[in-house]
């Protein structure tokens, strides 16, 4: 509760000391409020003109009502004057020395007011126009760093822009490039095949003919070529798709900094043209307070620059690497070629070393069969012989027995007798001879029967291998990629 408009003086409100510099306060009216306290509460209708609250400060105390209520026990209601009538007994709380010092003070405050007010109109109207000049100059400066921030950044646009061409054909050569090894590695597949088939037909030679030989010696060096030509293609080509991913990569950096660079030279350039009597300008309170920067003028260019730099290493990898895949094409297709060259070399050597032999086993053949044709003759010839001493025998040995049943002394020891065992004797000799002459010569045959059945096994052995490796091999190595298909044109 405040009490407003009196300094009372009761047991229940305590008076506060008196500004110096507000008029006095005129203690002697206290009397009058003493042991008084009013039954009801002003309103500012019945407030008096002046206001007491600006030379007094309010109570800031709350009163009790135990003095109060102890003091006025004895007092009934009609003994209790109201507060109203008391305030008349306000209009004489002033001196008259005190309604002049008043107007003094007023006088001379007014004074200082107004010299104050000139002062300030002056140093206004200065600052105004040093604020001015300030703001035109602040402006100044900033448009032509705008200016320059613009000129900036169409210079780095630029060198982005041309850094994006030459990345895009970089790209482009590498990805033909890169097409071209492709299609070379495919081109190699079939060689691959041929040699291999190769291979495998040659395995299905016969006998003595299944030999290691030069040929198939070359044929593993060539697939073993080919393979290691794949292989070297193969990382090429591996090393091609991550360069193109690095290059793809430096590209999108380009981009999304030129992208960011059109939108910074956008707005720049529209803050660069501004001016006072501009339209869209507005207020934005609390803009300047706002620090949304993540870089310097070192640190923006340099990001550019690494960019840039970037975009350039990676052209210069790209590019080595084109070169590099251009000499691996060359090399690759002449090492095939020559290994081709040495196969088709082996397999006419061989194929002329087949037929060869081949001829000389016909050759052989033939003798042998007219060899044997002779020996079946002489076989023949000495069967007859033997049949031919068939007679003579019997005819000694029926001489010889006939003699047997001479008389007596006839049974001479004569020189017929003799003749005679010794002519039997002679004809068993001669048979015996011709018989093992016959073993002879049977066995002769027999062995020549055995080599003609052995020629005629090899002469199949060599006429199958000359098939293999003259229609089959041959004939699919006839159909060997060139070299342009080789280094991927085509």
């Not at 090429?236 to 290059?247: C, N, P, Y």
Request: aromatic share 6%; charged share 30%.
């Amino acid at each position: 509760m405040e009490l407003v408009g009196s300094t009372l003086t009761a047991t229940y409100a305590h008076p506060r000391p008196t500004p110096t510099n507000f008029l006095p306060a005129i203690s002697t009216m206290a009397s009058s409020y003493k042991n008084r306290f009013p039954h009801y509460s002003l309103t500012h209708s019945l407030s008096l003109p002046w206001r007491p609250s600006t030379y007094y400060k309010v109570a800031a105390i709350t009163p009790t009502l135990a003095p109060f209520s102890k003091s006025s026990q004895g007092l009934t209601q009609s003994k209790m004057l109201p507060f109203v009538s008391n305030r008349t007994a306000l209009f004489t709380r002033y001196t008259p020395d005190d309604w002049y010092r008043s107007n003094l003070t007023n006088y001379k405050e007014s004074e200082t007011s107004r010299h104050s007010a000139e002062r300030l109109r002056v140093d206004t109207s200065r600052m105004i126009q040093d604020k001015d000049q300030q703001t035109r100059k602040t402006q100044t400066e900033t448009t032509k760093n705008l200016g320059e921030r613009v000129n900036d950044i169409t210079f780095w646009k630029s060198e982005l822009n041309h850094e994006i061409d030459e990345m895009i054909g970089e790209t482009n050569a590498l990805t033909d490039m890169k097409k071209r090894l492709e299609r070379a590695l495919a081109e190699t597949e079939g060689p691959l095949q041929v040699a291999q088939e190769c291979l495998l037909h040659r395995e299905k030679r016969m006998g003595i003919d299944l030999v290691h030989d030069d040929v198939e010696k070359q044929l593993l060096t060539e697939v073993d070529v080919i393979r290691s030509c794949q292989e070297r293609m193969n990382r090429h080509l591996d090393k091609a798709i991550a360069q193109l991913a690095s290059d793809r990569a430096a590209q999108h950096e380009l981009e999304k900094d030129l992208s960011d660079k059109q939108s910074a030279h956008r707005i720049d350039d529209k803050c660069h043209h501004l001016r006072n009597t501009s339209d869209g300008i507005s207020y934005y309170r609390g803009v300047e307070r706002v620090d949304a920067t993540i870089s310097v003028p070192e640190s923006w260019a340099k990001f550019t620059d690494d960019n840039i730099l970037r975009s350039q290493s990676e052209r210069a990898a790209s590019s080595k690497l084109r070169d590099d895949i251009e000499n691996l094409l060359v090399v690759t297709a002449n090492e095939m070629w020559n290994q081709f060259n040495r196969v088709n070399v082996a397999f006419t050597n061989r194929i002329s070393e087949t037929a060869d032999a081949k001829n000389k086993i016909q050759t052989h053949l033939a003798k042998t069969l007219q060899e044997i044709f002779q020996t079946e003759m002489t076989i023949a010839a000495i069967r007859k012989a033997i049949r031919d001493k068939g007679p003579p025998l019997k005819v000694a040995h029926t001489r010889l027995d006939e003699r047997t049943r001479r008389p007596n002394v006839e049974l001479c020891r004569d020189s017929t007798q003799l003749r005679l065992v010794n002519e039997v004797h002679e004809i068993d000799d001669t048979i015996q001879s011709l018989q093992q002459r016959l073993r002879d010569a049977e066995d002769t045959l027999q062995m020549l029967v055995h080599t003609k059945s052995n020629l005629e096994h090899d002469l199949a052995v060599k006429a199958n291998s000359l098939f293999i490796d003259q229609e089959k091999c041959m004939g699919m190595r006839k159909t060997f990629p060139n070299t342009l298909r080789l280094v991927g044109y085509t």
